[in-house]
């Protein structure tokens, strides 16, 4: 069974930071690409960051460019996303998601998690 389990997630001050992590398990960790999607009530989910294993290469949507940061541990199966700067509109939940064998553009993955919530107060 595939379970991707966030932690992190939290209140925080605009301009903050907050670091979420996703602990992967029942899949071949290296083949796979791990992501972070988000998603407000109401509103369709938002591709937030993605990493592959074999080349290291990330994708990361427009919106969050320069203030997030994905990074993984395959010793330890898991993916961080380190979040700056953080503003009103990063509020969301956010959940970690899993595709063979690369991320893709339009940020579509095949296994996900139950999510976190991400609130950024003013």
């Known amino acids: 069974e595939v379970q991707l389990v966030e932690s992190g997630g939290g209140l925080v001050q605009a301009g903050g930071s907050l670091r979420l992590s996703c602990a992967a398990s029942?899949?071949?960790?290296?083949?796979?690409?791990i992501g972070w999607v988000r998603q407000v009530p109401g509103k369709e989910r938002e591709g937030v960051a993605c990493?592959?294993?074999?080349?290291?290469?990330?994708n990361y949507a427009d919106s969050v460019k320069g203030r997030f940061s994905i990074s993984r541990d395959n010793a330890k199966k898991t993916v961080d996303l380190q979040m700056s700067s953080l503003k009103p509109e990063d509020t969301a939940v956010y959940f970690c998601a899993a595709v063979a064998p690369r991320c893709y553009s339009d940020f579509d993955f095949d296994y996900w998690g139950q999510g976190t919530q991400v609130t950024v107060s003013t």
């Open positions: 029942g899949i071949t960790f290296d083949d796979y690409a």
């Open positions: 990493i592959t294993t074999t080349d290291g290469s990330t």
